[in-house]
């Protein structure tokens, strides 16, 4: 069953712009809600994490807005730059289980 | 932070042989780590927990007979295919959990191909 649905599937962005990435969820079960970020041919890696009780979380060029009445979180990528070209993945946890969104591949052009 | 490592990273195999996948943790030990299976272009999909020292918790629909997991120790697991055939063809990476509870170190995967 489709417990996180992320979107949109792909996105380009020019350099410098703003990349936003959508993920819903289903049950209210969760504890938390990362995000991992993931080159070609290689493992996930942790980018973000933001807790329930918690509406925005900022690191860097990341940040994470979260509504937990809609049960919606969000990426944005400010400033973003070629190097940020990877496919993204939200998550939520379940106990210790992640299950991941669908994925966004995110380009960006110079 | 923490390093995961799985071997070998690509591997060819004919169909009807058994291919062993290792991951092992390699700065810190773990009692639990997970399999994913990913397919092209698609999202991880979470095939097993391992647990060291006892067996490992299938997620439904995967076969524990097709894909045998071993958690010898707290540094290693592994993934075993048997019998293994294309449609097993798939990237199959490993994690294990960070000290944050929403935290996982991946693997770099291993690229299976069975002909």
């Known amino acids: 069953q489709q417990q996180v649905k992320q979107s949109p599937q792909s996105l380009i962005v020019q350099k410098g712009g703003i990349s936003i990435i959508n993920c819903a969820y289903e049950?209210?079960?969760?504890?938390?809600f990362p995000w991992y970020q993931q080159f070609p041919g290689k493992g996930p890696a942790l980018l973000i994490a933001?807790?329930?009780?918690?509406s925005e979380k900022k690191e860097g060029r990341f940040t994470i807005s979260f509504n937990k009445s809609a049960k919606q979180f969000s990426l944005h990528i400010m400033d973003s730059q070629p190097g940020d070209s990877a496919t993204y993945f939200c998550?939520?946890?379940?106990?210790?289980?992640?299950?991941f969104g669908t994925g966004t591949r995110l380009q960006v052009f110079p | 932070g923490a390093v995961v490592s799985q071997h070998p990273s690509r591997v060819i195999c004919k169909s009807g042989t058994s291919v062993k996948i290792e991951c092992r943790s390699l700065?810190?030990?773990?009692?639990?780590m997970f399999w994913y299976r990913q397919f092209p272009k698609k999202s991880l999909m979470l095939m097993a927990t391992?647990?060291?020292?006892?067996?490992?918790?299938?997620e439904q629909g995967v076969e524990k007979d097709k894909f045998l997991i071993n958690h010898a120790s707290l540094t290693l697991s592994t993934l075993t295919v048997t019998s293994a055939h294309p449609e097993d063809s798939s990237f199959y990476i490993c994690?294990?959990?960070?000290?944050?509870?929403?935290?996982?170190?991946f693997g770099p995967g291993t690229r299976l191909t069975v002909t």
């Open positions: 049950n209210t079960a969760f504890d938390y």
């Open positions: 933001i807790r329930p009780d918690v």
């Open positions: 998550a939520v946890i379940n106990t210790d289980k992640l299950i």
């Open positions: 391992s647990n060291e020292g006892s067996k490992a918790t299938y």
């Open positions: 994690s294990a959990p960070g000290t944050a509870p929403y935290e996982q170190y």
């Open positions: 700065d810190f030990q773990a009692t639990t």
